[in-house]
T-cell receptor
Framework: DAKTTQPNSMESNEEEPVHLPCNHS???????IHWYRQLPSQGPEYVIH???SNVNNRMASLAIAEDRKSSTLILHRATLRDAAVYYC????????FGTGTSLTVIP | DTEVTQTPKHLVMGMTNKKSLKCEQH?????MYWYKQKAKKPPELMFV???????INESVPSRFSPECPNSSLLNLHLHALQPEDSALYLC???????????FGSGTRLTVV
C-alpha cells in the first residue's frame, strides 16, 4: 500500500490554527486520503477524508494539492482536546497506519 | 447505532490461559478488522474479514485465531500468548472500501 510521510511532532498554541502536513508522492488515482486522530488509550477517531477536492466538516478542513501528492489537515482553532496523534492514511482497500504526527496544544 | 463495541475493555491473562476478545457493530458494515497496537506505536493490521470470510491474515501467529460468526460479530480467540503480545487490540468496521472506518475503543490486554 502507498506510503505517507508526516512530521513526528508539532506544537500549536491554543485557539490558533494548526496545519498538519502529509506527503504521499506514490498515491494512485483511486486512493482516498483519510485523516484519523487518536487520543491516549482510545481507538482512532475519524476526522475527515477526500479524494481530489478540498473538504470541510465540523472538525477540520482537508486541503489536497492539485497533483494529490500532498495534503494538509487544518484545525481552525486548536483546543486542548485536539492534542492527539494524527494519522494520514491512503486507502484503496485496507488501512496501513504510518507513524503519525503527535500534536501538542499549548495553553 | 454508529458504534463499534469491544469487550472486555481490560484483560489480564496467563500464558496458559485461553480467552476471547469480542467486537460488535450494528451498522451493517460488511468489512471488519483486527489491529494490534503497542505503546507509542501506530496500529498494525492483523486480520481482515469481508462478508464474514477471512480475506487477509498479516502473517499473525496461530496463537491468535479470528472468527466471524455473523455479519455483526467478530471474535479474536487467544491461546498460549506471550508477554510480548500485551497490547491494545482494536477492532474496526466499514461499509466498503474507500469509506471511513469506525474503530472501537479497544481491549487492553496484559499477558503475565
Amino acid at each position: 500500500d502507498a506510503k505517507t510521510t508526516q512530521p513526528n511532532s508539532m506544537e500549536s498554541n491554543e485557539e490558533e490554527p494548526v496545519h498538519l502536513p502529509c506527503n504521499h508522492s506514490t498515491i494512485s488515482g483511486t486512493d482516498y486520503i483519510h485523516w484519523y486522530r487518536q487520543l491516549p488509550s482510545q481507538g482512532p477517531e475519524y476526522v475527515i477524508h477526500g479524494l481530489t477536492s478540498n473538504v470541510n466538516n465540523r472538525m477540520a478542513s482537508l486541503a489536497i494539492a492539485e497533483d494529490r501528492k500532498s495534503s494538509t489537515l487544518i484545525l481552525h482553532r486548536a483546543t486542548l482536546r485536539d492534542a492527539a496523534v494524527y494519522y494520514c492514511i491512503l486507502s484503496r482497500n485496507q488501512f496501513y497506519f504510518g507513524t503519525g504526527t503527535s500534536l501538542t496544544v499549548i495553553p | 447505532d454508529t458504534e463499534v463495541t469491544q469487550t472486555p475493555k481490560h484483560l489480564v491473562m496467563g500464558m496458559t490461559n485461553k480467552k476471547s476478545l469480542k467486537c460488535e457493530q450494528h451498522m451493517g458494515h460488511r468489512a471488519m478488522y483486527w489491529y494490534k497496537q503497542k505503546a507509542k506505536k501506530p496500529p498494525e493490521l492483523m486480520f481482515v474479514y469481508s462478508y464474514e470470510k477471512l480475506s487477509i491474515n498479516e502473517s499473525v501467529p496461530s496463537r491468535f485465531s479470528p472468527e466471524c460468526p455473523n455479519s455483526s460479530l467478530l471474535n479474536l480467540h487467544l491461546h498460549a500468548l506471550q508477554p510480548e503480545d500485551s497490547a491494545l487490540y482494536l477492532c474496526a468496521s466499514r461499509e466498503r472500501a474507500g469509506l471511513r472506518y469506525t474503530f472501537g475503543s479497544g481491549t487492553r490486554l496484559t499477558v503475565v
